[in-house]
């Protein structure tokens, strides 16, 4: 199959350009950066902020694989830290512009390519924070709430077309992500927010003792290879699988408290 993912020079999209590429399937990769190569991986320079070079790369694809595209991964993302009230408004219109702008303008290519072609699979990477407003971490939050509703409508949309839409939750896992967010710092806030510096500390020792990007990867490889994916598939620790469950099934002020113990807010 002929494969593109966004984000591939690092943590996600890097373990799983490598383990489809290891499946022999012929993988496309964007990148923003000169980046180690990867064995069977075709890199695409574009950052997902930029219209024109989404669409060059995108081009550039299509003539290298005579107009096929059976597997679209969008993958690339951001995360910022710190109380929504805190937060710059030029930092939530980036985190916007990365992890949700970012998926449109890749799909605003996508989506008429594989309609036309009467098939394909787009798989979007969200976050157990697209099923969950996670405090502290509201923006990227809305980011990944932002995903998962517009999969939801364009699944139902493409529902006759041949395409399936699936949305990928992962829960944490120990990759570069956590060292790259952008967090503001704890002593700024202490006042307004004294849990904020103990909630920090958890989500991160959370994160960095979390599942490794391999296992996700491996997930993702069978569900490429599925003949038709599910609409969800939350890949997660048993306890973090679990809360998701509890969201669904307990009432808000319940799961807010119980929330609130984890976070230890």
Known sequence: MTILITGVS???GKAIAQALAARGHEVFGTVRRDVAPIDGVTY???DVRDDSQVASAFDRMMKLTDGRIDVFINNA??????????CRIEDIERQMDVNFMGMARWLSHIVPAMRRQGSGKILCISSIGGLVGLPYQGAYSASKFAIEGYCEALRLELRKSGVSVSVIEPGDFSTGFTSARKSIDAGTVAEAYPSYARSLASIEHDENNGLKPDYLASRICRIVEKKKPAYRYVVATFIQRLAVFAKWILPAPAFAWIL???YKL
């Open 10 to 12: 690092s943590g996600f």
């Open 44 to 46: 695409l320079e574009a």
């Open 77 to 86: 993302g951001i995360g910022i830290g710190g109380p929504v009230e805190f």
């Open 260 to 262: 609130s113990l984890y």
